[in-house]
C-alpha cells in the first residue's frame, strides 16, 4: 500500500524518506493504486535539468477526465462536485452533481469538436468563476485540446497577447462578468482584443449578464443552444502521459508573460495527491478554495486535483466584501465549509474590519484553513488563528508557484506541528536546497538563501509554449542542475522553511505575481515619459504595491502631475489591468544608473520603503546627484 493519506509525524518523515530514496518507486505505487489508466507507463522518470527535459509515466495512457469526473460515477454519480455560490447572495447557489457534471462536460465538447476543435488545439479560456469555466477546463481535456485559461480581470491587450502567444483558434467567452456591485462588459474587451487575433475563428459566448453584446457574424456564437443540441457522452481523447493539458501564463522580469506548460499524467498524479493530504480531504467534506480558476492556485486546488479525489469543490463568483465583509463567514456557514483555502491579502482586508463580522457567523465546521500566493505576516497569522480558527484549525502556509504546478512546501494538517509565518516542511517528494550568491548549497539549518529544487516533482512545468530557451534560461541556468525558483528562503533550526519573498524582478501584490518590465513598458508608451522604474513597498493589506519613478521628456514637464498620474494609470489598465496599477507615482529628474546603464532598483526599493539610512554600495553608480533628488522628493 503506498501511503496516499498521511496521518501523523513520524509517518510522513517515513513517506519522505522513500520518496526521496526511491523517487520511482514511490511516485509508481500512487499512480498505481489512485489513478484509471488506459495503459500503464513503460518507464516511471527521466530527467536531465540541463537540457531541461523532464518526463514521467512515459507510455503510460489515460484521459484526465476519466479521473476526475467518469470513475466516480458509480459510487459518487449523486453526490456534489461542484458547488457554485453566486455573486449575489439572493441568488441560489448550484449544486452540480458528478453525474450531472459528467454530462455538461461531455455536452461542452461535443460541442468543441464539432466547431472544428481537435486534440492539441489551443482554446482561449476568457470566462468568470461560474460553472462553465471549470466545465469549459474539462471540456477542452476531455478531447485532448490544450486549454489556456486567461484571468477574466485582463485587460483586452493581454489578453490579446496571451491569445497570438499559444495561436487560440477559439476563445471561449461570457457577455458579461459580476464583481461585487459592478458588473463587466466581458464580451466588449473580448471583441477588441480580437481585432488584433486575426487565428481565432470561433468565439463562443455563454450567457451571465443578459447584457447588450455584439455579435460577429460568422465568428461568434451563443454557447447555449450548441449545448442543449449536443449529445451527453463523448469518448474520451486517450491522452500520452506527456501530452500537454494547458498553458498557463505568469509573468517574467522581462518581456512577454511565460506561457507554462503542464502536461497530463505527472500533473494530475500530484495535484491529487497533494490535495488529499495538504487538505486532509474526507469523504463529505466541503472544501472551498476562493481563488479564480484563471490562476493556478484554480487550476490545480478548485478543479483538478479535488476532483481527481471525488470531492466536493465549492467555486464563489464573487468578492470578499459583498455585500458586506462577513460575506466569506456567510459562505462557510452556508455550506458548512471543512477546508477554507485563501490569500494573506484576503486575510489582511478582513481582518481590518473587526471580529464582528466574523463572530455573527457559525464557522464550526472548518477544520483546516490554507494560506497561498505570498508570505503571511505575522499580525494576520495570528487573526486567522484565533478568530477565524479559534485555535483549533490548523493553518497550512503553502508555498508553491504556477511552475511547480502543486504545493511544494507546506505544513500537513494535523500532522505538522505549524509555526507562524513558516511553510514548515517539504512535501512529499520535494527536495529543496538553499544556495548562496556563489553557486554553493547552504548545509545544515539556521541558513538563508536562494531556493532551489534538486529534484523533479511529477507536476513541475515541462517548458514555456514556444520558447524552451527560455524555460531554461529563467529556471535552470543560475544553478548548475538545480530549478530556481525565484524566491528567497531560510531554514530554521528544525528545518522548517520560511519563504521570504522574491529575488528577481517580480514583485507579488495582493497575491498576484506582476513583472516590472511589462508595466514599465506600458508606461514608457506614454508620449511624455522619457523613462520609468517599478519597484515594491510594504502595504499593509496588499503586501507589496508598486511604486513608480518616471521621467519626463522635456514635453512633459509642464504638465499637470496629478492629471499625468492619472493618464500613467489608465494606460497600465488598459494594457495590463487594474490589478497592476501604481500606488504611487514620483516624477525624477533620472533615474540611479550603473555604467553599464542598469537602473539600480536596490537603491529604488529601499527609498519607497523609506529605508534610507543605509542605501549599501552606491559606488557604482553613474550619476549619484538623481539619488538625493529623489530622497527629497520620495512619496
Ligand atoms: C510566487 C508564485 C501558486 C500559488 C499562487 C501564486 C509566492 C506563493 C507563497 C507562500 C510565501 C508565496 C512566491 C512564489 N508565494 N505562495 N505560501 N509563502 N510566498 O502563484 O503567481 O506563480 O506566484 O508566489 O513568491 O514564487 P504564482
Given at each position: 500500500?503506498?501511503?496516499?493519506?498521511?496521518?501523523?509525524?513520524?509517518?510522513?518523515?517515513?513517506?519522505?524518506?522513500?520518496?526521496?530514496?526511491?523517487?520511482?518507486?514511490?511516485?509508481?505505487?500512487?499512480?498505481?493504486?489512485?489513478?484509471?489508466?488506459?495503459?500503464?507507463?513503460?518507464?516511471?522518470?527521466?530527467?536531465?535539468?540541463?537540457?531541461?527535459?523532464?518526463?514521467?509515466?512515459?507510455?503510460?495512457?489515460?484521459?484526465?477526465?476519466?479521473?476526475?469526473?467518469?470513475?466516480?460515477?458509480?459510487?459518487?454519480?449523486?453526490?456534489?462536485?461542484?458547488?457554485?455560490?453566486?455573486?449575489?447572495?439572493?441568488?441560489?447557489?448550484?449544486?452540480?452533481?458528478?453525474?450531472?457534471?459528467?454530462?455538461?462536460?461531455?455536452?461542452?465538447?461535443?460541442?468543441l469538436k464539432a466547431q472544428g476543435i481537435q486534440k492539441g488545439d489551443r482554446v482561449?479560456?476568457?470566462?468568470?468563476?461560474?460553472?462553465?469555466?471549470?466545465?469549459?477546463?474539462?471540456?477542452?481535456?476531455?478531447?485532448?485540446?490544450?486549454?489556456?485559461?486567461?484571468?477574466?480581470?485582463?485587460?483586452?491587450?493581454?489578453?490579446?497577447?496571451?491569445?497570438?502567444?499559444?495561436?487560440?483558434?477559439?476563445?471561449?467567452?461570457?457577455?458579461?462578468?459580476?464583481?461585487?456591485?459592478?458588473?463587466?462588459?466581458?464580451?466588449?474587451?473580448?471583441?477588441?482584443?480580437?481585432?488584433?487575433?486575426?487565428?481565432?475563428?470561433?468565439?463562443?459566448?455563454?450567457?451571465?449578464?443578459?447584457?447588450?453584446?455584439?455579435?460577429?457574424?460568422?465568428?461568434?456564437?451563443?454557447?447555449?443552444?450548441?449545448?442543449?443540441?449536443?449529445?451527453?457522452?463523448?469518448?474520451?481523447?486517450?491522452?500520452?502521459?506527456?501530452?500537454?493539458?494547458?498553458?498557463?501564463?505568469?509573468?517574467?522580469?522581462?518581456?512577454?508573460?511565460?506561457?507554462?506548460?503542464?502536461?497530463?499524467?505527472?500533473?494530475?498524479?500530484?495535484?491529487?495527491?497533494?490535495?488529499?493530504?495538504?487538505?486532509?480531504?474526507?469523504?463529505?467534506?466541503?472544501?472551498?478554495?476562493?481563488?479564480?480558476?484563471?490562476?493556478?492556485?484554480?487550476?490545480?486546488?478548485?478543479?483538478?486535483?479535488?476532483?481527481?479525489?471525488?470531492?466536493?469543490?465549492?467555486?464563489?463568483?464573487?468578492?470578499?466584501?459583498?455585500?458586506?465583509?462577513?460575506?466569506?463567514?456567510?459562505?462557510?456557514?452556508?455550506?458548512?465549509?471543512?477546508?477554507?483555502?485563501?490569500?494573506?491579502?484576503?486575510?489582511?482586508?478582513?481582518?481590518?474590519?473587526?471580529?464582528?463580522?466574523?463572530?455573527?457567523?457559525?464557522?464550526?465546521?472548518?477544520?483546516?484553513?490554507?494560506?497561498?500566493?505570498?508570505?503571511?505576516?505575522?499580525?494576520?497569522?495570528?487573526?486567522?488563528?484565533?478568530?477565524?480558527?479559534?485555535?483549533?484549525?490548523?493553518?497550512?502556509?503553502?508555498?508553491?508557484?504556477?511552475?511547480?504546478?502543486?504545493?511544494?512546501?507546506?505544513?500537513?494538517?494535523?500532522?505538522?506541528?505549524?509555526?507562524?509565518?513558516?511553510?514548515?516542511?517539504?512535501?512529499?517528494?520535494?527536495?529543496?536546497?538553499?544556495?548562496?550568491?556563489?553557486?554553493?548549497?547552504?548545509?545544515?539549518?539556521?541558513?538563508?538563501?536562494?531556493?532551489?529544487?534538486?529534484?523533479?516533482?511529477?507536476?513541475?512545468?515541462?517548458?514555456?509554449?514556444?520558447?524552451?530557451?527560455?524555460?531554461?534560461?529563467?529556471?535552470?541556468?543560475?544553478?548548475?542542475?538545480?530549478?530556481?525558483?525565484?524566491?528567497?528562503?531560510?531554514?530554521d533550526e528544525v528545518g522548517y522553511y520560511r519563504i521570504t519573498g522574491r529575488v528577481?524582478?517580480?514583485?507579488?501584490?495582493?497575491?498576484?505575481?506582476?513583472?516590472?518590465?511589462?508595466?514599465?513598458?506600458?508606461?514608457?508608451?506614454?508620449?511624455?515619459?522619457?523613462?520609468?522604474?517599478?519597484?515594491?513597498?510594504?502595504?499593509?493589506?496588499?503586501?507589496?504595491?508598486?511604486?513608480?519613478?518616471?521621467?519626463?521628456?522635456?514635453?512633459?514637464?509642464?504638465?499637470?502631475?496629478?492629471?499625468?498620474?492619472?493618464?500613467?494609470?489608465?494606460?497600465?489598465?488598459?494594457?495590463?489591468?487594474?490589478?497592476?496599477?501604481?500606488?504611487?507615482?514620483?516624477?525624477?529628474?533620472?533615474?540611479?544608473?550603473?555604467?553599464?546603464?542598469?537602473?539600480?532598483?536596490?537603491?529604488?526599493?529601499?527609498?519607497?520603503?523609506?529605508?534610507?539610512?543605509?542605501?549599501?554600495?552606491?559606488?557604482?553608480?553613474?550619476?549619484?546627484?538623481?539619488?538625493?533628488?529623489?530622497?527629497?522628493?520620495?512619496?
Amino acid at each position: 500500500m503506498s501511503n496516499y493519506h498521511i496521518k501523523h509525524l513520524e509517518e510522513y518523515y517515513q513517506v519522505y524518506r522513500k520518496s526521496i530514496r526511491e523517487p520511482e518507486n514511490f511516485w509508481e505505487e500512487v499512480a498505481e493504486e489512485h489513478f484509471v489508466w488506459r495503459k500503464k507507463w513503460d518507464h516511471v522518470l527521466s530527467w536531465d535539468f540541463t537540457k531541461p527535459e523532464v518526463k514521467w509515466f512515459e507510455g503510460a495512457k489515460l484521459n484526465i477526465t476519466e479521473n476526475c469526473i467518469d470513475r466516480h460515477l458509480a459510487t459518487r454519480g449523486d453526490k456534489t462536485a461542484i458547488l457554485f455560490e453566486p455573486n449575489n447572495p439572493d441568488e441560489p447557489s448550484e449544486h452540480i452533481t458528478y453525474s450531472e457534471l459528467y454530462k455538461r462536460v461531455n455536452q461542452f465538447a461535443n460541442v468543441l469538436k464539432a466547431q472544428g476543435i481537435q486534440k492539441g488545439d489551443r482554446v482561449c479560456i476568457y470566462v468568470p468563476m461560474i460553472p462553465e469555466l471549470a466545465i469549459s477546463l474539462l471540456a477542452c481535456a476531455r478531447i485532448g485540446a490544450i486549454h489556456s485559461v486567461v484571468f477574466a480581470g485582463f485587460s483586452s491587450t493581454a489578453l490579446a497577447t496571451r491569445i497570438n502567444d499559444s495561436d487560440c483558434k477559439m476563445v471561449i467567452t461570457a457577455d458579461g462578468s459580476y464583481r461585487g456591485a459592478k458588473s463587466i462588459d466581458l464580451k466588449g474587451i473580448v471583441d477588441e482584443a480580437l481585432d488584433q487575433c486575426p487565428g481565432v475563428k470561433r468565439v463562443l459566448v455563454t450567457k451571465r449578464t443578459n447584457s447588450e453584446v455584439t455579435m460577429k457574424e460568422g465568428r461568434d456564437l451563443w454557447l447555449q443552444p450548441l449545448l442543449d443540441a449536443a449529445s451527453t457522452d463523448c469518448k474520451a481523447e486517450i491522452m500520452d502521459a506527456e501530452d500537454p493539458l494547458f498553458i498557463l501564463y505568469t509573468s517574467g522580469s522581462t518581456g512577454l508573460p511565460k506561457g507554462m506548460v503542464h502536461t497530463t499524467a505527472g500533473y494530475m498524479v500530484y495535484t491529487a495527491y497533494t490535495f488529499k493530504n495538504v487538505f486532509q480531504y474526507r469523504e463529505n467534506d466541503v472544501y472551498w478554495c476562493t481563488a479564480d480558476i484563471g490562476w493556478i492556485t484554480g487550476h490545480s486546488y478548485i478543479v483538478y486535483g479535488p476532483l481527481a479525489n471525488g470531492a466536493t469543490t465549492v467555486m464563489f463568483e464573487g468578492v470578499p466584501s459583498y455585500p458586506d465583509f462577513g460575506r466569506f463567514w456567510e459562505i462557510v456557514e452556508k455550506h458548512k465549509v471543512t477546508q477554507f483555502y485563501t490569500a494573506p491579502t484576503a486575510i489582511r482586508a478582513l481582518a481590518k474590519q473587526g471580529v464582528e463580522l466574523v463572530e455573527k457567523y457559525n464557522l464550526s465546521s472548518l477544520k483546516v484553513l490554507g494560506s497561498v500566493g505570498e508570505p503571511i505576516n505575522e499580525e494576520a497569522w495570528h487573526w486567522y488563528n484565533d478568530v477565524v480558527g479559534k485555535n483549533k484549525s490548523p493553518i497550512v502556509d503553502s508555498w508553491w508557484q504556477t511552475e511547480t504546478g502543486g504545493i511544494m512546501i507546506t505544513p500537513i494538517p494535523y500532522v505538522t506541528p505549524t509555526k507562524p509565518t513558516y511553510a514548515t516542511l517539504p512535501f512529499i517528494g520535494i527536495q529543496p536546497v538553499l544556495m548562496d550568491e556563489h553557486g554553493s548549497e547552504l548545509k545544515g539549518n539556521q541558513v538563508e538563501g536562494r531556493l532551489c529544487i534538486k529534484f523533479p516533482w511529477p507536476s513541475i512545468a515541462r517548458t514555456i509554449w514556444g520558447n524552451h530557451e527560455r524555460y531554461r534560461e529563467t529556471y535552470f541556468s543560475a544553478y548548475e542542475n538545480k530549478y530556481f525558483t525565484g524566491d528567497g528562503a531560510l531554514r530554521d533550526e528544525v528545518g522548517y522553511y520560511r519563504i521570504t519573498g522574491r529575488v528577481d524582478d517580480v514583485i507579488i501584490v495582493s497575491g498576484h505575481n506582476l513583472g516590472t518590465a511589462p508595466i514599465e513598458d506600458a508606461i514608457n508608451e506614454h508620449p511624455a515619459v522619457a523613462e520609468s522604474a517599478i519597484v515594491g513597498f510594504p502595504h499593509d493589506i496588499k503586501g507589496s504595491a508598486l511604486y513608480g519613478y518616471v521621467t519626463l521628456k522635456d514635453t512633459g514637464e509642464s504638465r499637470d502631475q496629478n492629471n499625468l498620474r492619472k493618464e500613467i494609470n489608465q494606460l497600465i489598465s488598459d494594457k495590463i489591468g487594474p490589478i497592476a496599477k501604481l500606488d504611487k507615482i514620483q516624477f525624477t529628474q533620472g533615474l540611479p544608473k550603473t555604467r553599464s546603464g542598469k537602473i539600480m532598483r536596490r537603491i529604488l526599493r529601499k527609498i519607497a520603503s523609506k529605508d534610507t539610512s543605509n542605501l549599501g554600495d552606491t559606488s557604482t553608480l553613474l550619476n549619484p546627484e538623481v539619488v538625493q533628488d529623489i530622497m527629497d522628493n520620495a512619496l
